[in-house]
C-alpha cells in the first residue's frame, strides 16, 4: 500500500498508486502529463489501455512518490483497467465539466470502485476543463454536492491552464497519507503490545506484495 525505498537516482519515503478514472475524453491523459512533467498538449489522443506517469512532492515533511495511473475510459478497455483498482490506494473520479454525461457517469465508475477496489481507497472528485466555462454544462454545486455525498475532495481544474492540478494531487496524496500511514501509527500506538505487533507484521507482508506493482 505504501512501502519505503531507496533508488540510486531518487530517495523518497512513500510511494502511492493513485488511478485516474472517468469517461474517454474528459481529460484525464492531460491532467496527468501537466502534473508530472508540466506541459500540456491540445491533441493528445485517448489512451489504450493504460499509461504511467511518476512524480514525487513533499507531504507532511515527507517524500511521497506518486505513481498516477491513466485508465482508458472506452467501454471495451474495461477488463484491463479494473485489474488496476484493487493494488490502488487512492483514485482520481473526472468528468468533463462542459459534458454532462461525463459528469453522470461518475455514478457508474464509483460502483466500479466498490467492487474491485480496496475498501478504504482514498476517493476525489474532479471537475476538468474549468477554463471553458463556455459552454458550461455541469454547475460547480453540483460536483460539490457529489463530492459531499460519497465523503471525497472536490476540485475544478484546468490541465490547459494549470490550474489547481498540483493542489488536487497534493490533497489525495495527504489524505493517502493520514489514512494509512497515519491511521496505522495511530492503530498500532493504541492496541497493546501483542495486537500491535501481529498488526505491524501484517502491514509489512502487505506492504511487500504491492512494491511489485
Not at 500540456?40 to 515533511?61: A, C, H, M, P, W
Request: glycine share 4%; with cysteine.
Amino acid at each position: 500500500m505504501a512501502y519505503k525505498k531507496i533508488s540510486n537516482q531518487e530517495t523518497y519515503d512513500y510511494m502511492f498508486k493513485v488511478l485516474l478514472l472517468g469517461d474517454a475524453g474528459v481529460g484525464k491523459t492531460s491532467l496527468m502529463w501537466r502534473f508530472s512533467d508540466d506541459v500540456f498538449n491540445q491533441t493528445y489522443i485517448s489512451t489504450i489501455g493504460i499509461d504511467l506517469k511518476l512524480r514525487t512532492i513533499d507531504v507532511e515533511g515527507k517524500k511521497v512518490r506518486l505513481q498516477v495511473w491513466d485508465t482508458a475510459g472506452q467501454e471495451r478497455f474495461h477488463a484491463i483497467s479494473v485489474s488496476y483498482y484493487r493494488t490502488a490506494v487512492g483514485i482520481m473520479l473526472v468528468y468533463d465539466i462542459t459534458r454532462r454525461r461525463s459528469f453522470e457517469n461518475i455514478a457508474k465508475w464509483l460502483r466500479n470502485i466498490d467492487e474491485h477496489a480496496q475498501e478504504d481507497v482514498v476517493k476525489l472528485l474532479i471537475g476538468n476543463k474549468c477554463d471553458m466555462q463556455q459552454p458550461r454544462d455541469v454547475k460547480r454545486e453540483e460536483g460539490e454536492m457529489l463530492a459531499d455525498e460519497y465523503d471525497m475532495s472536490f476540485f475544478e481544474t484546468s490541465a490547459k491552464e494549470n490550474e489547481s492540478i498540483d493542489e488536487a494531487f497534493e490533497c489525495i496524496a495527504r489524505e493517502i497519507m493520514e489514512r494509512f500511514v497515519l491511521g496505522w501509527a495511530i492503530k498500532e500506538r493504541d492496541k497493546p503490545t501483542q495486537e500491535a505487533v501481529v498488526e505491524i507484521k501484517r502491514k509489512s507482508r502487505f506492504s511487500r506484495t504491492k512494491e511489485c506493482c
